[in-house]
């Protein structure tokens, strides 16, 4: 399995804005489809975001026009930028990278939306 490392959850209000970083070591980073997903509790582990190493995005309904998902190869990094967030996006998110070798996972990162 391969290693991803997450940060920038937290606590914000609703409203507010928040940026989610997840770094992979090596090469196979490029090659890649890199992921955001989340699972509040009772609920099932969503997908919130995608990216392909084309740079071809897709996202979950809800989502859609408050969050943007990027990355960087040369960093070997993934980004989810959160805006006009709401207290349903309260989850522990995670990072995933796909392709044909592997399916790894973050350790997840709490997110929590309230005032």
């Known amino acids: 399995q391969v290693q991803l490392v997450e940060s920038g959850g937290g606590l914000v209000q609703p409203g507010g804005s928040l940026r989610l970083s997840c770094t992979a070591p090596?090469?196979?980073?490029?090659?890649?489809?890199m992921g955001w997903y989340r699972q509040a509790p009772g609920k099932q582990r969503e997908l919130v975001a995608s990216?392909?190493?084309?740079?071809?995005?897709n996202y979950e309904d809800s989502v859609k026009g408050r969050f943007t998902i990027s990355r960087d190869n040369a960093k070997k990094s993934v980004y989810l930028q959160m805006n006009r967030m709401k207290p349903e996006d309260t989850a522990v998110y995670f990072c995933?990278?796909?392709?044909?070798?592997?399916?790894?996972w973050g350790q997840g990162t709490q997110v929590t939306v309230s005032s």
């Open positions: 995933n990278l796909r392709n044909v070798v592997y399916n790894s």
């Open positions: 990216i392909t190493s084309g740079g071809i995005t």
């Open positions: 090596g090469s196979i980073f490029r090659i890649s489809i």
